[in-house]
Nanobody, 125 residues
């Protein structure tokens, strides 16, 4: 059974940093890619980043490029999202999801079969 658990969310002031973690299990970790999404109430889920756990290649949404960095620790079956220079508009529930590979179209939610429960990130102004 595939299980995905996010952690690391919290409350931070604008300009601050947070590091989210996504622990995945139940499949061969380095055969798949892990994406981060975020969602605020009343809006569609937005793709933030995708990392291919086999070679570390990454994709980012334009809104987070230069501020967010995805990384992975294959030994620990964990993907991280380092979020720097946070803005109030980054406030959302952050989810990670698993699919076969990353691509330029990583932000389509229908491509993903497995999702975590999400972790809340709140950035105060």
């Amino acid at each position: 059974e595939v299980q995905i658990v996010e952690s690391g969310g919290g409350l931070v002031q604008a300009g601050g940093s947070l590091r989210l973690s996504c622990l995945a299990s139940g499949y061969t970790f380095d055969d798949f890619a892990v994406a981060w999404f975020r969602q605020v109430p009343g809006k569609e889920r937005e793709g933030v980043s995708c990392i291919d756990t086999s070679d570390g290649s990454t994709f980012y949404a334009d809104s987070v490029k230069g501020r967010f960095t995805a990384s992975r620790d294959n030994a620990e079956n964990t993907v991280f999202l380092q979020m720097n220079s946070l803005k109030p508009e980054d406030t959302a529930v952050y989810y990670c999801a698993v699919r076969g590979y990353c691509s330029d179209s990583f932000y389509y939610t229908f491509l993903y079969d497995y999702w975590g429960q999400g972790t809340q990130v709140t950035v105060s102004s």
